[in-house]
């Protein structure tokens, strides 16, 4: 079945585009006329269109008006608006608030027909474009998020459902791992996206200084304090405010944060007049918090507040298979903001990473792969080109033991396999012997006598 393009044509001279009309639903579109840009916003109530095509100046409503109710309403119907001569400037007005194109009146049929035919094909495409676009985005990422492992995926559906309610969410999880990016989902996937998202850091900011941060300050209110302040909570009024950080926060500003989250109100530092705002509280940390509570670091009341929605970013080592994507994105990335020819990696060097343990999370991965981009003279970069601790051989080889012409030496290889394994366990663990001693199931003692013996040295050479 073919659909019909549907125009919506808004002017107060109707009579004049009889014509017009008439050839349209020649060429088959499907049109409806009406006389102000009223009776415009109630057609488009009632059904949607492809195009709108508007007339400038038109008792009531004008066409810039319905312009912009359009824009915000139904962005999905293309604008095209008639502008009667010597009003060039109401035209490049109305294209700066989103018509698609414009032209001038009396308008020969066949240019309004090649607009339209144009606009309609910009349309089809737009909306292909979008469909890919949101296909794309349920497999591999959300926003600026990349990963398609199950824990990123799980991930997406918390944030997308998150998304659409008002309640507090604690995100927690090791540094780098991507804290912030979810606060930002959330609230750009979210009815307040288009109010304000206001980040702090309540870790890198002094006492004194964070509490006029977040609840302002009247002028006079301290030494400094030259002129009234309004705080991130009164500026993020209808939107999000991002608690980056919060298990820094000392135990003073904890108290009058636990107010705020209860009430909703606050009065400015040296201030009267209490102040009533509705915002969102996102808040995150790389702290265990329950332990922070259980050592009197920070208060258990204040945590139940935060924590209605807990949101945990398992670390980068526990979902390997995001390594490669990260990878590619960040190649990508870098080498586009560099100017630089895309380069590729090896499948071995991918492997590799894939293997290392990342204690700093994706952050470390993306400073590796800028620095890779720079560096590397070839456009493939191998495992030779990686940083020494994260050149991490195969697991697959180990076990490749061919027995050739004259067999081997059962008790030499033996010795030789164990010798690569404890290198690559010592290797997985960064060094850390304990780690290694869990990962080969031996205790530590064991371990390190089996080093001393066999002369193992960690990091080699
Ligand atoms: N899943 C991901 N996809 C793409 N980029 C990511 C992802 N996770 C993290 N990053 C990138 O890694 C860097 C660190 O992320 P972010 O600042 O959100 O981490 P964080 O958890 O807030 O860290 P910290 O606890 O140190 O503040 C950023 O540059 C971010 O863009
Ligand atoms: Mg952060």
Redesign the pocket.
């Known amino acids: 079945m073919v659909v019909k393009p549907r125009i919506l044509i808004a002017d107060d001279e109707p009579l004049t585009l009889e014509l017009i009309v008439e050839r349209l639903q020649a060429e088959g579109y499907e049109v409806e006329v009406v006389a102000s840009g009223e009776e415009a916003v109630s057609a488009a109530r009632n059904s949607s269109f492809n195009v709108l095509l508007t007339d400038l100046s038109m008792p009531g409503m004008s066409g810039i008006e319905l312009l912009a109710h359009f824009a915000g309403k139904h962005p999905e119907t293309l604008v095209i608006v008639l502008t009667g001569y010597g009003t060039i400037e109401t035209a490049v007005e109305a294209m700066k608030r989103g018509a698609y194109d414009y032209l001038s009146k009396p308008a020969n049929i066949d240019e309004i027909l090649l607009t339209l035919k144009r606009a309609i094909e910009l349309k089809d495409l737009k909306e292909e474009n979008v469909l890919l676009r949101s296909q794309l985005q349920d497999q591999h990422r959300l926003d ?4 398609q492992s199950p824990a ?1 995926q799980a991930l997406y559906r918390i944030i997308r459902r998150v998304s659409k309610t008002d309640s507090t969410v604690l995100v927690t ?10 606060a930002n989902a959330i609230h750009y996937n979210g009815s307040r996206r288009d109010m304000p998202f206001v980040p702090i850091n309540c870790g890198a900011i002094p006492e004194e200084l964070l509490e006029s941060e977040l609840f302002g300050h009247e002028k006079g209110a301290f030494t400094g304090a030259l002129k009234e302040r309004r705080g991130r909570f009164e500026l993020a009024h209808k939107g999000t405010v991002f608690l ?2 919060i298990g820094e926060m000392s135990p003073k500003l904890q108290v009058k944060l636990l107010r705020f989250l209860q009430e909703t109100k606050f009065q400015r530092i040296g201030g009267t007049k209490t102040i009533e705002v509705d915002v969102r509280i996102l808040a ?1 940390t ?1 702290k265990d918090l329950e332990k922070a509570v259980a050592d009197s670091e920070f208060r258990e009341d204040l945590f139940y507040r935060l924590n209605v929605i807990p949101i945990h ?1 398992p670390p980068l080592r526990e979902r390997e298979g ?1 390594v490669p994507l ?1 990878i590619r ?1 960040f190649l990508r990335q870098h080498c586009r903001k560099k100017d630089i020819p895309q380069k590729k990696m090896s499948k071995g060097a991918v492997e590799s990473l894939q293997m290392y343990e990342w204690p700093g ?3 470390e991965l ?1 400073n590796v792969i800028e620095r890779l981009v720079i560096l590397t003279d070839g456009d493939e970069i191998e495992i030779s080109d990686l940083p020494k601790r994260m050149q991490i051989p195969r697991q697959a080889e180990i076990a490749k033991i061919e027995f050739g012409e004259e067999g081997i030496n059962l008790k030499d290889t033996l010795d030789e396999l164990e010798n690569r394994l404890i290198l690559d366990a010592l290797q997985k663990a960064s060094g850390v012997k304990n780690k290694a001693a869990k990962l080969l199931g031996l205790n530590r003692t064991t371990l390190i006598e089996k080093m001393k013996k066999k002369q193992i040295e960690f990091p080699v050479g």
């Open positions: 600026r998020l990349i990963g990123m999880g090791e540094s780098g791992t991507g804290k912030e990016l979810i980056d950080e995150a790389n970013v995001d990260l994105h999370n994706v952050r993306e």
